[in-house]
């Protein structure tokens, strides 16, 4: 029976869906020495996930920089505090890196947020907001691309808290490692539905009409 999957995904229905978390390792990065040990390796594994937070602003026209970048294994997720260790030779070395791919969602804001700490080349980095666009999804976020996927629930719920802290609550923790690990999942879902043809794109235009449990 093939996959079925949506060109657009109901927002209210991802409320009913099972809670997808980060099951693996989380590791908290702080100092250069720490960063080298996590890079080594990270630069072993076939495949990353990454995403990014920043601190959120409340006030018009006041950007925080970026505070922490999350890089995750299938096993092991990384979390760099770059609010204290900064675009460290080895965070350069990571981002610089061209062979081992490093999955994101809408990378080119990650990249450019990354590129106000300090100069680097992008090295092997990989949008899945171009691959899904190839086969005909247009609701492009995390949450309704893992919904749209898995039929599983990723919560946004710790996006707008305070990624300067000096110690990141566990829910963080959790919250910045689902979203990365996260992305391994979608693109090698998305790239064994791509070489095997087992799915149908189902078009609709009123979101109501899509049944969550068509999309498990």
């Given amino acids: 029976m093939k996959k079925i999957i949506y060109n657009k995904f109901d927002k209210a229905l991802i409320a009913t869906l099972p809670r997808v978390l980060f099951e693996g390792r989380i590791v908290v ?10 890079v080594d390796y990270l630069l072993s594994q076939p495949i990353l996930g990454v995403d990014t937070e920043t601190r959120p602003s409340f006030k018009k ?8 970048l999350q890089v995750s294994s299938r096993e092991v997720c990384f979390l760099f505090r770059l609010n204290q260790l900064g675009l460290s030779p080895s965070v350069k070395r990571l981002l610089e890196d061209t062979t081992v791919p490093k999955i994101g969602l809408s990378l080119r804001d990650d990249l450019s947020s990354l590129h106000k700490l300090g100069d680097f080349n992008a090295g092997n980095f990989i949008d899945l907001q171009d691959h899904v666009r190839e086969i005909g999804v247009e609701d492009l976020s995390l949450q309704k691309l893992y919904a749209n996927f898995f039929a599983q629930k990723i919560s946004k719920r710790e996006q707008l808290t305070n990624w300067e802290a000096d110690i990141l609550q566990d829910k963080q923790k959790l919250y910045a490692a689902t979203d990365a690990w996260s992305c391994i999942q979608l693109y090698e879902e998305l790239m064994r539905l791509e070489q ?21």
Avoid: C, F, M, W
């Avoid at 990065?29 to 996590?38: D, G, I, N, P, S």
């Avoid at 026209?61 to 922490?68: D, K």
């Avoid at 149908?200 to 899509?210: A, F, G, P, R």
């Fill in 29 to 38: 990065v702080l100092t250069e020495r720490e960063a080298a040990k996590a």
């Fill in 61 to 68: 026209g006041r950007i925080h920089r970026v505070a922490l």
């Fill in 196 to 216: 095997t043809g087992d799915y149908e794109l189902i078009t609709v235009t009123n979101n109501d009409n899509v049944q969550a449990d068509s999309a498990a």
